[in-house]
Each structure stands twice: as C-alpha cells, then as structure tokens.
C-alpha cells in the first residue's frame, strides 16, 4: 500500500513540477485545477486531511520560496507561541509566514521532503514554534528518511512540549516497524498529555503496526486502563484499523452488554466496523467483526445510545469491489437487512435510522425496501420520525 501511494505522489508531483513547461499542455491554472480536482476527489485525497487554503494554494502556482527565503520567514515565527493546534494563528509573524508560502511549488517542496534540512537544522531551535515549524518539515507524503528518522529521535530525548512531542510523533510514525520508532511511541503512548498519548496509539492502530510485537497490546491496554476516557475512545476507535482477530475479546467486552451507553460503547462499535469496513480495502477483513456487527444491528431493544448513530457510517466502505473480492464471506442482503430493521425501529435514535437509510442506499438496496420504509412511517409529519421519512424519500 505505501508503494503504492508513493507512486501515485510521484506522478502527481512530477504532474504539478511539469505544469507549464510544455507548450503542448493546457494553460497552467487549468491544469493546476484539473489536478486539484483529481487529488480531492481520490482515494488518495479522501484519506488526506489538508486545508482548504492548501488547495487554493495548489491552483495559484509561481515559482514558490527557495530555502533561503523559507528559512528568513520561518525564522520570524519566534515571535509566535503555540496552543494545542499549533503556531497561534492570530501571530502576526505567523499570518505573513502562511501568505507568503502559499503557493504550488513551496507545498510540493515541504510535501515532498525538500525542506527537510531546514526542519533537521532547527529541530532545536530555542524558540517553540521555531521547532515546531522545523518538526513539520521532517516529514513527507513519501515517509520520513533515515536521517528524519535519527534526529527525531536525538531530539526528542531533551523535548518538553507536548506539542512538538505530537508533532514528532505524527512526523516519524508511519516508520514504526522501526524498533527505536516504535519505542518512542510506546513511551510517548504513556505521555502526561493525552493529546500526545493519542497520537501515539493511532499509529499502533494503523497498517503501519502490523507484525510488531507488542503494539496492539498496548493498544487494547489503552483501551481498559488510560485515565482520560477521551484516549479510551479513541484507543478503541483505532484498534479496529489493525483487523486483528485478537482484538475480539476486547470488543466483545465493551459491546456485549446491552445496558452499555457510554462514549466507549460507541467508540468500539465504529473500531469493530473498521475491522472489516474500511477507506482503503483491508488485505484480510475481519469475519468475526462482520458477523458481531451484524449481530449487534439486529440486537433488541434498541435504544437512543444502541446502535450508536455515529458508527453507522462507516458500514459504507463495505460497498468497495475490493472488500467483497475479499470478504467472500459478506453477505450484502443479509447487512441491509439489519439496516433496514434499525431504520423502521421507533426505539433506535432518530440520527442512527437515517444513517441506517443512508448506509442501505449505499450498500444497493432496492426500491422496493425504500418503499415499504415509506409505508412504515406514512403517518410521520412532524416531530425526528419526520426526518427519517425525509430522508428515505431521498432515496425513491
């Protein structure tokens, strides 16, 4: 799968890079915008959470900063302090910083690792958000590099904020096959800062971790016993994206019970359905997962917090040729089936019918279940059951 992707940013890069230069290809905006398009509407750029000023800057094109003029604006943000997201996006520094990299050419730089040893030079920069900024530019869409690799790791030994911690973190995780990497990980999975902590654990719920030894352990460790119920949640979440059979009990433990409502009841139904639906095909989706799922869709009595509406959802990537290739297993009738039974349930939160509706559509119901829906809430003019009847109207 990384090969894959990287092939794929190759192209796009060698794509953008040649924008222009042939008199034979269209005007340099259209172009731009063609492949804008292409990148956010792929798989690729669904899994790609970047700003909309980012791709704006994507159409805009120009020559983009050298390194010298990046390193003289990087420089200034040591006027600038940091909050939990980041540089704080009020400092004036910071505002001429982003205006003035805001382009095609300075994106595929930083995306691409070509400024890395600007981030390698101030790594330890005196200032905050000077490293923060230098911990950015480590990292790549093509992973980080050996050398990322070693001075992320010398550096993180003396860092203190927890927020160049994450971001160190988010820069060297995909590398966790690595043993130094992985360590790291597994201490900063123990950071006083639950931000930092979850960071960490996402990687250990990643692909990335498959075959190392003692990260889903961590993992499902996350999941009983971290003080924030915030890190539980997400713990659990994430725990779905390694489709490890062994995870199972750890499911079964928090969605077995039929009286649980809590924020971890819902948090494991979405990781259970990431153990077997998910946004880029799994190699081996989860059986168990699948039939638990189905299982617990067509549990009674349904309830405002069972099934959780915000899980829903993420039963849609089922619909992908490279899921059934695999799951030979699924069985599509039967999963609208349970659907359709939470859609025309009074008892199930009003949110998780219409994401029921919704996820029937998607898995290819026909008319003929849409219409009899209808028919159960012929008499709904007012009041959530309305919404649901709008909802399934969409779909006729």
Request: hydrophobic letters at 35%.
């Amino acid at each position: 799968m990384t090969k894959t992707i990287s092939l794929l940013l190759s192209l796009i890069f060698v794509l953008f890079l040649a924008c222009g230069e042939n008199k034979k290809n269209p005007p340099k905006d259209q172009l731009s915008n063609e492949i804008t398009k292409k990148i956010t509407n792929s798989k690729l750029g669904q899994q790609i959470k970047e700003t909309k000023s980012t791709l704006d800057g994507l159409a805009k094109g120009g020559k983009g900063l050298s390194p010298e003029e990046y390193e003289t604006y990087m420089l200034k943000l040591s006027d600038c302090t940091l909050k939990d997201y980041g540089i704080d996006r009020k400092c004036e520094a910071y505002k001429i910083f982003n205006k003035a990299r805001k382009n095609r050419n300075t994106m595929l730089k930083n995306w691409g690792g070509f400024l890395s040893k600007l981030g390698h030079k101030y790594i330890k920069h005196e200032s905050p958000a000077v490293r923060y900024q230098a911990v950015k530019l480590t990292g790549s869409f093509f992973g980080s590099s050996t050398k990322t690799q070693e001075i992320i790791l010398e550096a993180a030994r003396t860092e203190k904020s927890p927020i160049i911690l994450r971001a160190m973190a988010r820069s060297v995780g995909s590398k966790i096959k690595n043993p130094p990497i992985q360590d790291l990980l597994m201490k900063l999975s123990r950071h006083d800062n639950k931000r930092v902590r979850m960071e960490a654990l996402g990687w250990m719920g990643s692909s990335f971790a498959n075959d190392t030894k003692g990260t889903l352990e961590r993992l499902i460790e996350a999941v009983d016993k971290d003080p924030s119920m915030k890190v539980r949640v997400y713990a659990c979440q994430r725990l779905g994206g390694r489709a490890d059979d062994r995870a199972m009990k750890t499911f079964h433990k928090y969605l077995d019970d039929p009286e649980r409502k809590d924020t971890l009841y819902s948090g494991c139904f979405r990781g259970l359905i990431t153990m077997w639906s998910s946004p880029v095909s799994l190699k081996k989706p989860s059986r168990k997962a699948y039939e638990l799922t189905i299982k617990l869709l067509n549990r009674k009595p349904r309830s405002d917090k069972q099934p959780p509406w915000a899980a829903i959802s993420y039963i849609d990537w089922a619909k992908k040729p490279e899921f059934q290739q695999r799951a030979k297993w699924f069985r599509q009738k039967t999963l609208i089936k349970a659907l359709m039974n939470v859609a025309k349930d009074r008892n199930a939160n009003w949110m998780a019918r219409t994401a029921s509706v919704r996820s029937m559509k998607q898995m290819g119901a026909t008319q003929d279940k849409f219409k009899a829906l209808q028919k159960d809430y012929s008499g709904a003019k007012t009041g959530v059951d309305s919404f649901v009847l709008k909802e399934i109207n969409k779909h006729l």
